[in-house]
Nanobody, 115 residues
Framework: QVQVVESGGGLVQPGGSLRLSCAAS????????MGWYRQAPGKQRELVAV???????IYVDSVKGRFTISRDNAKNTVYLQMNMLKPEDTAVYYC?????????WGQGTQVTVSS
């Protein structure tokens, strides 16, 4: 069994910052890619950022220059630092971990950007 737990969401004003964390635990040998996805009301879930075990990262265009993904392999944890938040960033953010073809999702954490 593998558990994936996100934390760090909340309500923030436009221009503010939040840091999301996601910890994986359980029967884990090696985690390959770790990623953050988001789903806004009425929209499909989209990739926000993903980071390889070696630290290479890609981002969706809308967050480039504002969000930074990082990971701590020793702790099986991935982070998403979100700066200069905009109302359109409002969504439920989900963490995904890839155990060589087996993907596990967290329960999601709500991020609301509003004045």
């Amino acid at each position: 069994q593998v558990q994936v737990v996100e934390s760090g969401g909340g309500l923030v004003q436009p221009g503010g910052s939040l840091r999301l964390s996601c910890a994986a635990s359980g029967s884990i040998f090696t985690i390959y890619d770790m990623g953050w996805y988001r789903q806004a009301p009425g929209k499909q879930r989209e990739l926000v950022a993903v980071i390889t075990r070696g630290g290479s990262a890609i981002y969706v265009d809308s967050v480039k220059g504002r969000f930074t993904i990082s990971r701590d392999n020793a702790k099986n944890t991935v982070y998403l630092q979100m700066n200069m938040l905009k109302p359109e960033d409002t969504a439920v953010y989900y963490c995904n971990v890839d155990l060589k073809g087996l993907n596990y999702w967290g329960q999601g954490t709500q991020v609301t950007v509003s004045s």
